[in-house]
């Protein structure tokens, strides 16, 4: 029972262009998203997060939107560069206090100069 | 500001041993969670320590313990080592009484068991 699911394995992108990344989840319960990033022979760093009372969080290039009602979540790049070439992970949690992180497995992004 | 630290970087074990892996969590954060990364899939939430007791627990079976010390670093212990124990295991530090306890990972324990 896959409770968040990020159904594009990977994505290619060219550089200064927009990079979207999605994620989809099943329980309506989620209070709390995350995405991270990954790069090889690294812990996830952590990017950017929304709470449910939210649909949109902007953190320089980087904006996340959550759509409640779809339970869906977009995180934008933009404009992406060489350096975002990682796996990203969406993570959520049924609260913000004791967080249990649920993710998903993952899409790597290639940004190509 | 040190981040999490995790130690050792890599650990290769055989089948029915017993492992220990180490955390320290980041600077100021009270709460440390273990999650096991298998290749391929995202991390899976094994437990969360905080004021050195076992707060919450996923799915994972009483082979999987930890401990949580008086200076919030923790350890995982493994015991009788499967073949699909072999992952990435992460721990993740955070502040619960912040306003967002946003979790911090480490690099990882690589653990291979033959």
């Known amino acids: 029972d896959q409770q968040v699911k990020q159904n594009s394995p990977s994505l290619s992108v060219q550089e200064g262009r927009i990079s979207i990344l999605n994620c989809d989840y099943t329980n309506s319960m989620f209070d709390y998203f995350l995405w991270y990033k990954k790069y090889p022979a690294e812990g996830p760093t952590f990017l950017i997060s929304?709470?449910?009372?939210?649909d949109k969080n902007e953190d320089g290039r980087f904006t996340v939107f959550l759509n409640k009602s779809a339970k869906h979540l977009s995180l934008h790049i933009v404009p992406s560069q060489p350096g975002d070439s990682a796996v990203y992970f969406c993570?959520?949690?049924?609260?913000?206090?004791?967080?249990?992180?649920?993710f998903g497995t993952g899409t790597r992004l290639l940004v190509s100069p | 500001d040190a981040g999490v630290t995790q130690s050792p970087t890599h650990l290769i074990k055989t089948r029915g041993q017993q492992v220990t892996l180490r955390c320290s969590p980041k600077?100021?954060?009270?709460?440390v969670s273990w999650y096991q990364q298998a290749l391929g899939q995202g991390p899976q939430f094994i437990f969360q320590y905080y004021e050195e007791e076992e707060r919450q627990r996923g799915n994972f079976p009483d082979r999987f313990s930890g401990h949580q010390f008086p200076n919030y670093s923790s350890e995982l212990n493994v015991n009788a080592l499967l073949l699909g124990d072999s992952a990435l295991y992460l721990c993740a530090s955070s502040l619960v009484s912040g306003s967002t306890d946003t979790q911090y990972f480490g690099p990882g324990t690589r653990l291979t068991v033959l």
């Open positions: 929304i709470s449910s009372i939210k």
């Open positions: 993570a959520v949690s049924p609260n913000t206090g004791f967080q249990k992180l649920v």
């Open positions: 600077s100021g954060h009270d709460t």
